[in-house]
C-alpha cells in the first residue's frame, strides 16, 4: 500500500508570491491534515479536510487556505508569502473515521520544504 | 537530511541503556496523548498513544506514562538501538484526536 505523497518535495520562492502544496493520502482515506513545522514553533495543525469538507481549523491567518477533492487529493495554498512562512509543510492522512484522527490511524507524508526569499 | 530543530534538548544515551523522554503539556482538558518519532527528511511516525483514563500503556520496547496530576508524559524506550536515534514528540489532544498540540521535540542520540 502505498503512503501519503507530498509535491513538490522542495520549493524556493519569493516574498509577496504564493504557493500551492499537493498531497495524495493512503488509498481508502478520507481525511486529510496540514500542519507546519519550524525550529521556533515545532509541529503546528492547520487544518483537517474530510469528504471535501474543511472539518477543523487551527489558528493561522486566511493567507493559508486548503480544499480536497473528490478523490481526497488535497491541496494548500498560502497567498502573499512571507519570510517567516519558511517550514516544512506535512501533510497527514486518515480514514475519516468518526471523532477525527487517532495517532495510530493518521500516517504523516514526508512533507514539502517551503524556503520564502 | 533535514534538521527538525536547530536548538532542541538533547538526550545522549548508550547503546543497550533505557531512554526516558519527558514532555510537559499544557491543558489540563486534554484527554488523549501521543508519542511520535521523526527521523531526519521524514514525516512523524506514531509510536504509542494514551488516554488519561490511563497511568500506564506499553508497546514493543517502549513504555508511556502519563502524570495528570501535574501534566507530565514520558516516553521509554528499552535497550536503546542506534535506529532509535531520532527526535521525539509528544502530542496532547481534547476530544479524543481533535487539534493535536504538539510538543517542542527532544533529540535522542545513540552512543555505539
Known amino acids: 500500500k502505498a503512503g501519503v505523497t507530498q509535491t513538490p518535495r522542495y520549493l524556493i520562492k519569493t516574498r509577496g508570491q504564493q504557493v500551492t502544496l499537493s498531497c495524495s493520502p493512503i488509498?481508502?482515506?478520507?481525511?486529510v491534515s496540514w500542519y507546519q513545522q519550524t525550529p521556533g514553533q515545532g509541529l503546528q495543525f492547520l487544518f483537517e479536510?474530510?469528504?471535501?469538507?474543511?472539518?477543523n481549523k487551527g489558528n493561522f491567518p486566511g493567507r493559508f487556505s486548503g480544499r480536497q477533492f473528490s478523490n481526497s487529493r488535497s491541496e494548500m495554498n498560502v497567498s502573499t508569502l512571507e519570510l517567516g512562512d519558511s517550514a516544512l509543510y506535512l501533510c497527514?492522512?486518515?480514514?475519516?473515521?468518526?471523532?477525527?484522527?487517532?495517532?495510530?490511524?493518521?500516517?504523516f507524508g514526508p512533507g514539502t520544504r517551503l524556503l520564502v526569499l | 537530511g533535514e534538521s527538525v530543530g536547530l536548538h532542541l534538548p538533547t538526550l545522549s544515551v548508550q547503546e543497550g541503556d533505557n531512554s526516558i523522554i519527558n514532555c510537559a503539556y499544557s491543558?489540563?482538558?486534554?484527554?488523549?496523548f501521543i508519542w511520535y518519532k521523526q527521523e531526519s527528511g521524514k514525516g512523524p511516525q506514531f509510536i504509542i498513544d494514551?488516554?488519561?483514563?490511563?497511568d500506564k500503556r506499553q508497546g514493543q520496547r517502549v513504555t508511556v506514562l502519563l502524570n495528570k496530576t501535574v501534566k507530565h508524559l514520558s516516553l521509554q524506550i528499552a535497550a536503546t538501538q542506534p535506529g532509535d536515534s531520532a527526535v521525539y514528540f509528544c502530542?496532547?489532544?481534547?476530544?479524543?484526536?481533535?487539534?493535536?498540540?504538539f510538543g517542542p521535540g527532544t533529540r535522542l542520540s545513540v552512543l555505539p
Open positions: 497527514a492522512s486518515s480514514p475519516g473515521l468518526a471523532g477525527g484522527p487517532t495517532g495510530e490511524t493518521q500516517y
Open positions: 488509498s481508502g482515506h478520507r481525511s
Open positions: 479536510y474530510f469528504s471535501e469538507t474543511q472539518r
Open positions: 491543558n489540563s482538558a486534554s484527554d488523549y
Open positions: 494514551i488516554r488519561s483514563n490511563m
Open positions: 502530542a496532547e489532544g481534547e476530544n479524543y484526536g481533535q487539534n493535536f498540540v
